[in-house]
Structures are given as structure tokens and as C-alpha cells.
């Protein structure tokens, strides 16, 4: 029951940071280009992808964090944070808009950018000198 109810605590916490962060990221970029392809979206995945690539080695090799609260940071907290039914149903706006070259930019820039910041967190977290394997 902990467990759940952390998953439950950390999912609404990463679900406020993304809302924040998303309206201010909607100030910040209103009327632009950046407008038209949801850079906001695209940092949020990209910083989720980041974060879940540091904290997975460290917290599961590097500190000795009990399960539940890695579950409620890795699942809960970074599955509310990142956004993807959002990026799904972004990408299918703009493909119904007939904004096919704008739905390639972001759909290969979030997926890219995704998988390289996955990939720079884990490197990072193995120089730091935490070391798992995906499971």
C-alpha cells in the first residue's frame, strides 16, 4: 500500500512540474516558430529522458534507495514529468493540419533528442561512477 501510495504522490508531483514548467516554457515561446512544433514538449521528454538516464544507475546501484521510493522517482515522479499521450496527440494535430514537414521535425527531434539524453545521463551516472544494466 506505500508503494502505492507513493507512485500516486511522485505521478501528481511530476504532473504540476510539467504543467509549470509547460505554461511558462507557452509564455516564453508564444507567437514564434517555436510555437508551432511544442518545443515545450519536446524539453520536457528530453529532460525526462535525461533524468531517468542519471537516476536509474544511481539509484539503483550507487545508493542504496529502497525500492518503492526508486519505483515512485523512475515511474511515478518522471512518468507524470514526461508527456508522451501529449507529443502523441501534438504530432497528430499537425499531421491533420497538413504541417507534415513541422510533424517530422518534431517527431524525429523529440524522439532523437529523447534517446540521446537517455544516453548522456547513463554515461554520465557510469563516470560518476554508478553502473546497472537495463533489466
Known amino acids: 500500500m506505500v508503494k502505492l501510495l507513493l507512485l500516486f504522490t511522485a505521478g501528481g508531483v511530476g504532473t504540476l512540474l510539467r504543467y509549470g514548467i509547460n505554461h511558462w516554457t507557452r509564455e516564453l515561446v508564444e507567437g514564434t ?15 525526462g529522458c535525461f533524468l531517468i538516464g542519471v537516476l536509474t544507475p544511481v ?15 523512475l515511474v511515478g515522479l518522471l512518468g507524470g514529468f514526461t508527456t508522451f499521450s501529449t507529443f502523441g496527440f ?26 540521446g539524453a537517455v544516453w548522456l545521463g547513463w554515461t554520465l551516472a557510469a563516470r560518476l561512477g554508478a553502473t546497472a544494466s537495463i533489466a
Open 90 to 115: 501534438e504530432l497528430f494535430g499537425l499531421i491533420e493540419k497538413g504541417h507534415t514537414l513541422r510533424a517530422g521535425v518534431y517527431a524525429l527531434s523529440s524522439v532523437g533528442l529523447g534517446l
Open 59 to 73: 539509484l539503483t546501484t550507487q545508493l542504496e534507495v529502497r525500492e518503492e521510493w526508486r519505483l515512485a522517482i
Open 33 to 47: 516558430l517555436a510555437e508551432t512544433v511544442h518545443v515545450w514538449t519536446i524539453g520536457i521528454n528530453v529532460l
